[in-house]
């Protein structure tokens, strides 16, 4: 079984920065596109960034670009986020989760959540003004 466990999260001020991980359970971790989603009270589950398998692709929503990356330690069966310039409307529960799709080059269909099969419990991560 596949169990996601994510940390991290917290609240700072606009600007700061924050660094969310994700420890994955199992031996094929390697194997797996893994993702990040946020989700705001009322709204909809929202992509917020992927990564291959080897970590030799990554994919960003538009609104994350330039300011959050992905990253993974194989070795650790650890996904992170780092999040940089945060704002306010970053503000949301953040849910790591595995693609099961080995595939070397990430497209838009790694930011849908339908093709993930394991979610984790979810962090809180609240932005001040």
């Known amino acids: 079984q596949v169990q996601l466990v994510e940390s991290g999260g917290g609240l700072v001020q606009a600007g700061g920065s924050l660094r969310l991980s994700c420890a994955a359970s199992?031996?094929?971790?390697?194997?797996?596109?893994m993702g990040w989603f946020r989700q705001a009270p009322g709204k909809e589950r929202q992509f917020v960034a992927a990564?291959?398998?080897?970590?030799?692709?990554?994919y960003y929503a538009d609104s994350v670009k330039g300011r959050f990356t992905i990253s993974r330690d194989n070795v650790k069966n650890t996904v992170y986020l780092q999040m940089n310039r945060l704002k306010p409307e970053d503000t949301a529960v953040y849910y790591c989760?595995?693609?099961?799709?080995?595939?070397?080059?990430?497209?838009?269909?790694?930011?849908?959540?339908?093709?993930?099969?394991?979610w984790g419990q979810g962090t809180q991560v609240t932005v001040s003004s």
């Open positions: 990564i291959s398998g080897n970590g030799g692709s990554t």
């Open positions: 199992g031996r094929t971790f390697s194997v797996y596109t």
């Open positions: 989760a595995r693609r099961p799709w080995g595939g070397s080059v990430l497209s838009e269909r790694s930011a849908v959540p339908g093709q993930y099969d394991y």
